[in-house]
C-alpha cells in the first residue's frame, strides 16, 4: 500500500497530536489497542464499550462526536464476532452495520478518520459464500472501499488480519481454542489434514503497527493487508505444539474433513513493509507460550 501525502486541500493536522476514539477496547485486538495508544496516547485515548455504543443508531453516533468535540481523532472501530456459526444478523450488526454506522455518522466531522478490521479470507469469494463471518468483513470491506472513492479517500483504512493469538484466552470456536481444550481435558484432538495455510500474529504486534499506522497519512488505496514473513501449515502448528506438552498421542491429523473453499496451496503473502508492519514474532514459540500460560491459570 502506498500511504503518499494528503492533497493541500485537505488537512489533518499534526498527525501525533490526534486523539484515539478506540470501539472494542475489551477483546483481543482491542485491549492490546488499548494499552499500546495508552502509552503512545496517554491523554488523548477514550474507549468505548460495546455495552454502550452497540445500542446506538446512527444520530445517536453523530451526537456522540459532537458531544466529544475532538477537532481531530482517528477511530478504531476494534470490535466484533468472529464465530461464523453466531446468527447472520448479529454477525452483520457487529461486523458490518455497526462500522459503517459510525463512518457514515462520523462523515461530516472533518478532522475525523475511521480504522476498520478486516480478514484476510475477504479475498477467497468461495469461503465467503460459506461463512457468514467472512461474508459480513467482505461486505464491510466492499463499503469502504465504495465511500472512499465518494469523497473520503486519506480518512478511511481497511486492515485485513491474519488470525491472532497472545492475548487473554483463545476463542473456544477457533483452532488454538480447541487445542487449548483438548490438552486441557487430555482428550483427542480431531482435525483436518492441516494441509491449510495460515498465518498466525501477536495481538500487541499488530497493536504496534496500528498505532504507528496512526502517525502516517491513509492516502493511497483503502485497503491494507498485514502480512509477516512467516506463512505456516496447521499441521505444523498442532504437531509442534503437541509435541511441546507431551501430548502428540491426542492428536489426530486427518479425522475430520477439509472445509470449502480453504487455503492449501502456499498463498504467497508479500510481507507487508516493516515501516508499517515493524514487528512479528516468530508464531509457534509465541503460541506454545501463550497455551502455556493458559494451562497454568
Request: hydrophobic residues 40%; charged residues 20%.
Amino acid at each position: 500500500m502506498s500511504l503518499a501525502s494528503p492533497p493541500e486541500q485537505i488537512s489533518l493536522g499534526d498527525l501525533h497530536l490526534r486523539s484515539i476514539i478506540l470501539f472494542g477496547a475489551g477483546g483481543q485486538l482491542g485491549s492490546s489497542i488499548a494499552r499500546v495508544c495508552s502509552v503512545a496516547h496517554p491523554h488523548n485515548l477514550i474507549t468505548v464499550p460495546w455495552a454502550q455504543a452497540g445500542k446506538w443508531r446512527r444520530d445517536d453516533v453523530a451526537a456522540w462526536f459532537s458531544r466529544e468535540n475532538r477537532a481531530a481523532a482517528d477511530v478504531i472501530i476494534a470490535n466484533g464476532l468472529t464465530d461464523p456459526s453466531r446468527p447472520k444478523n448479529e454477525l452483520d450488526h457487529s461486523n458490518t452495520e455497526f462500522p459503517l454506522r459510525v463512518i457514515e455518522a462520523g462523515a461530516s466531522f472533518p478532522g475525523l478518520r475511521f480504522m476498520t478490521i478486516g480478514t484476510v479470507m475477504e479475498e477467497r469469494a468461495s469461503l465467503s459464500t460459506a461463512n457468514a463471518y467472512v461474508a459480513s468483513k467482505l461486505a464491510l470491506c466492499h463499503r469502504v472501499e465504495e465511500l472512499a472513492q465518494q469523497g473520503l479517500a486519506g480518512r478511511l483504512l481497511h486492515l485485513r488480519l491474519h488470525t491472532l493469538y497472545g492475548v487473554g484466552r483463545p476463542h473456544p470456536h477457533m483452532f488454538l481454542g480447541q487445542m487449548l481444550t483438548a490438552l486441557k481435558s487430555e482428550s483427542a484432538f480431531s482435525m483436518s489434514s492441516g494441509r491449510q495455510y495460515r498465518q498466525y500474529h501477536h495481538a500487541e504486534d499488530i497493536a504496534m503497527a496500528i498505532s504507528a499506522l496512526t502517525g502516517r497519512d491513509w492516502f493511497g488505496q483503502a485497503v491494507l493487508q498485514m502480512n509477516s514473513a512467516e506463512t505456516l501449515q496447521l499441521r505444523r502448528i498442532a504437531e509442534a505444539v503437541f509435541r511441546h506438552f507431551g501430548k502428540s498421542s491426542l492428536l489426530q491429523i486427518g479425522a475430520v474433513p477439509e472445509q470449502t473453499g480453504e487455503v492449501i496451496e502456499d498463498p504467497g503473502y508479500a510481507p507487508t513493509e516493516a515501516a508499517l508492519f515493524p514487528r512479528s514474532r516468530p508464531a509457534i514459540p509465541g503460541i506454545i507460550n501463550w497455551l502455556s500460560e493458559c494451562l497454568g491459570r
